[in-house]
């Protein structure tokens, strides 16, 4: 019987009132220094830069998906999710065509699996236990996380840089100010 590649993946962006869902999926090489993973949530903006510089660098495979925030209001968050996890899977497999369906087992962080043609399983808190889900945790956050700061340069009065979207204190005062940005969030409260 013939061994599984394990594909982990996770989302980043869920929560923010502005911006896409941003998903990873990642592959990693056997002799992948699994020690310095960790969930996304636990390490610094700078450990989160250079482990994704390591993981783009020495991952067997990996692949990045988005959602749009229009895509989010027309479909919901749980749909867009599922859909930027399915992008970043095709993604992974279009950059990496020695890879087959047939030996790839994916481990989703959460409680559903997006429609990817692999045997797949949704496991609640994947991000701090299973390596590869680890692993496109800090991509999806990164990636993310990059986003939003080139989108502050494009709204600087929303100051995405600082709170990248998510519904802090300042984010909602500044959307009451000037009202919602172009890539607000419609269907959520600012409230």
Known sequence: ??????CGIDEAGRGPLAGPVCAAAVILNDDFPRTSLNDSKKLSARQREELRRQICENALAWGIGMASHEEIDSINILQASLLAMKRAFEKMMSKSP????ENISAIIDGKFVPDIPVLSRAMVKADAEIHEVMAASIIAKTERDNYMEKMALLYPQYCYEKHKGYPTKLHRELVKKYGPSPIQRMS???R
């Not at 019987?1 to 394990?6: A, D, E, N, T």
């Not at 020695?98 to 369906?101: P, V």
């Open 1 to 6: 019987m013939s061994k599984y590649l394990i």
């Open 98 to 101: 020695f890879l087959s369906d």
């Open 188 to 190: 959520f409260s600012v």
